[in-house]
Each structure stands twice: as C-alpha cells, then as structure tokens.
Nanobody, 126 residues
C-alpha cells in the first residue's frame, strides 16, 4: 500500500501564492507519475499538473504559466507552487501517485494501482 499525505492548503487572497506538498510512503521502489488534481463543488475532478520520474511535466490549461510542479524522486515527494491565484482555483486538491513499483515479497513489482491522498482545501478569496 502507498500512503499519500498532503500539506499546505489554506486561505489566500486573489493574486497570492500557496505551496502544496505531498509525501508518499510505503515499500516504494519508484513512482512513474506524481501529480495534483482538484475538485470544486459541483464539478468533476480535473487535472492540475503531473510530473514523471523523468521530470516531464503536464499542466491543465487553466493553470499554465501560474503553477509549477516539481518532485524529489529519492524522497517520493511532489510539490505544487501556485502563484497568481484566482477565486476559480478554489477547490480540494488531491495528490496522486500512478504507475507505482513496490517491494513485495522481496521483489520489485508493478502494482497497477492509482493512489490518492485525502485532499487539502485551497480557498482563494478576499
């Protein structure tokens, strides 16, 4: 099992900045894709940003140029730096780990699961 613990959410004024962090724990060998998704009330969960172990990044259109995702492969952590925040960025932000290789019974095995954190609230309001 992989546990994802997020931190860094909160209340910020429009135009402000916030940083979210997520740490993955468990018998992890490697994680190919780490990312952030968000879900606002009454809306579907949407992609914010992902980063692969090779540091290839993907961003949702609404956050391009404002958000930056980064990761530490050795520590299995991912960070989302959010700048120029807008009220429409208000949502619960979820950390995701996908394509995970774990140590199971003494061997490295591909789990095939996509893991999610519990979510952290980000509110952008004056």
């Amino acid at each position: 099992q992989v546990q994802l613990v997020e931190s860094g959410g909160g209340l910020v004024q429009p135009g402000g900045s916030l940083s979210l962090s997520c740490a993955a724990s468990g018998s992890i060998f490697s994680i190919n894709a780490l990312g952030w998704y968000r879900q606002a009330p009454g809306k579907e969960r949407e992609l914010v940003a992902t980063v692969t172990s090779g540091l290839i990044t993907t961003y949702g259109d609404s956050v391009k140029g404002r958000f930056t995702i980064s990761r530490n492969n050795a520590k299995h952590t991912v960070t989302l730096q959010m700048n120029s925040l807008k009220p429409e960025d208000t949502a619960v932000y979820y950390c995701n780990a996908d394509q995970v290789y774990m140590f199971i019974d003494g061997r490295v095995q591909f789990t095939g699961y996509s893991y999610w954190g519990q979510g952290t609230q980000v509110t952008v309001s004056s």
